[in-house]
């Protein structure tokens, strides 16, 4: 300590420190487990924890501090590396749950499981992927899904929608949950849109584009968490079925919607008749082809 002639700028990291420390018991009189960052005489930093009493003079001013100081560096580090730990978990949880679900489980809910009124699904799948994937080594196959995924990604955000999963090379988005919105069917469309648009930048290995099939239903769900090592949001009912069954029987490069989800964007988007499908397990559905998005002049006229 003969060395220290400054202790506010010689002993603690932060300059201000020992001020901050001094105005405290001035205030308090006595302060337990105040924890600083202080230097050693090699240079190096610590991190400590003060127990101080202040000896006042007769002039009520400090005359001298005396308590104790413990090295509590292994405990501070301990207790960075356990945030830094904890900040990773929460990240892995939002990335791969939507935000409000992942914030019920971090708070402790055991289970989570709700029903959905109204909400769209929209299922995609690559055309003939699996024959495609056999020309493909490894590295390139799971690099081009990655890229494809990605950029649907960033649709999906774009459009403010929840992707549910990826199944191989099957895409699933949800909106209208977990938070209602009185918009999301039209975003799906939008998305889905913008789906077919974006597939065409991607080659298969004879470059030619991609080929995407999409599926669209609205309806109620059921959604919820399972899973208790790898958690997996999901989407049951009869809406999901019929989301998947409009993209197994899709063309490829269309985009196959349901007769509600025809009546519902009508006056806003293109769509055409495609007439009665089978659709396995429900029997004959009209159904029709989602075109695009009407101009204003088309839209006023309908």
Not at 89 to 109: C, D, F, H, K, M
Not at 160 to 166: A, F, G, P, R, V
């Amino acid at each position: 300590m003969s060395s220290v002639t400054n202790i506010g700028q010689q002993l603690y990291v932060e300059p201000t420190r020992r001020a901050e420390i001094l105005a405290y018991l001035r205030h308090y009189g006595d302060l337990s487990d105040i924890e600083s960052e202080v230097y050693r005489k090699d240079g190096s930093r610590i991190w400590i924890s003060e127990t101080i009493h202040a000896v006042r003079s007769d002039s009520d001013g400090i005359y001298r501090m005396e308590g104790t100081v413990q090295d509590i560096t292994e405990q501070r580090n301990l207790e960075s590396a356990l945030r830094k730990q904890r900040r990773q978990t929460e990240r892995l949880l939002y990335n791969v749950l939507p935000y409000q679900i992942a914030q019920r489980l971090w708070s402790g809910a055991n289970t989570i499981a709700e029903s959905f009124d109204y909400v769209s699904v929209l299922l995609a799948d690559l055309v003939e992927f699996t024959r495609v994937s056999t020309q493909m080594s490894p590295k390139d196959l799971v690099d081009s899904l990655n890229a494809i995924f990605s950029a649907f990604d960033q649709l999906v955000e774009q459009y403010k929608l929840e992707k549910i999963k990826t199944i191989g090379d099957e895409y699933m988005v949800a909106g209208g949950l977990p938070l209602s919105s009185d918009d999301h069917l039209e975003a799906i469309a939008r998305l889905a849109l913008s789906m077919q648009t974006v597939i065409q930048r991607f080659k298969r290995p004879d470059g030619t584009p991609f080929q995407l099939r999409i599926g669209i239903s609205c309806g109620p769900v059921v959604a919820g968490v399972i899973g208790i090592k790898r958690f997996n949001y999901d989407l049951w009912g009869d809406t999901v079925n019929t989301a998947s069954r409009m993209e197994t029987t899709c063309l490829p490069n269309h985009i196959q919607v349901t007769q509600a989800v025809y009546q519902q964007l009508t006056n806003r988007f293109r769509l055409e008749s495609r007439g009665s499908v089978e659709i396995k397990g429900r029997g004959e559905m009209q159904t029709y082809w989602l075109k695009g998005v009407k101009t204003a002049e088309a839209e006023a006229l309908s």
